[in-house]
């Protein structure tokens, strides 16, 4: 079992940048892949980005070239670092966690708001 706990939401202006963290339960090295979804009212959860144990990251259509996907080694924290942000990502962004038998956790999600 993984528990995850987000950080870093809250209120941005357009055009402005947030950083969210991860925090798994145990070793990010026994983890297949971490990453983010996103869940806006009205509308299905969607990818935001993923990184896989290889080291490759799957980032969403809607985020590429604004978001960046990281984490550190000897930690077991992914980040998001959100930059350009727009109106339209506005959501709760979810952090999962996918076990080797892939098994996905996912944590209590962080509200992220863009409004000027």
């Known amino acids: 079992q993984v528990q995850l706990v987000e950080s870093g939401g809250g209120l941005v202006q357009p055009g402005g940048s947030l950083r969210l963290s991860c925090a798994a339960s145990r070793s990010i090295f026994t983890i297949y892949a971490m990453g983010w979804y996103r869940q806006a009212p009205g509308k299905q959860r969607e990818l935001v980005a993923t990184?896989?144990?290889?080291?490759?990251?799957i980032y969403g259509d809607s985020v590429k070239g604004r978001f960046i996907i990281s984490r550190y080694n000897g930690e077991n924290t992914v980040d998001l670092q959100m930059n350009n942000l727009q109106p339209e990502d506005t959501a709760v962004y979810y952090c999962?966690?996918?076990?080797?038998?892939?098994?996905?956790?996912w944590g209590q999600g962080t509200q992220v708001t863009v409004s000027s």
């Open positions: 999962h966690g996918d076990t080797l038998e892939r098994d996905r956790y």
């Open positions: 990184l896989i144990n290889s080291g490759m990251t």
